[in-house]
């Protein structure tokens, strides 16, 4: 089973950045798609990013532009550069492994920002 642990939330003011990590000890990043995620408050989960194992990128509209996710294959780290950060991106960010590498998630990491 693939476990997760997310690192790199905090709280930003709005135009800042942030990069999160996200690595496991069986995650292996050149098999293994990785998507990011996030929930707001009261509201539901929503995808952000993919980064597949040939390194191919997807975005939602929402974070296109401002958030880069990249990965460093000697240590199978998935980050996720977040810049031009604005309100709406407060939320607790997740990383989730694709279904065919078992579907993990980590356990979170919160982003606030605010001024």
């Known amino acids: 089973q693939v476990q997760l642990v997310e690192s790199g939330g905090g709280l930003v003011q709005p135009g800042g950045s942030l990069r999160l990590s996200c690595t496991g000890p069986?995650?292996?990043?050149?098999?293994?798609?990785m998507n990011w995620y996030r929930q707001a408050a009261g509201k539901q989960r929503e995808w952000v990013s993919y980064i597949g194992p040939d390194a191919v990128t997807t975005y939602a509209d929402s974070v296109k532009g401002r958030f880069t996710v990249s990965k460093d294959p000697l240590t199978d780290t998935v980050y996720l550069q977040m810049n031009d950060l604005k309100p709406e991106d407060t939320a607790m960010y997740y990383c989730k492994t694709t279904i065919s590498c078992g579907n993990a998630w980590g356990q979170g990491t919160q982003v606030t920002v605010s001024s």
């Open positions: 069986r995650f292996r990043s050149n098999v293994c798609g």
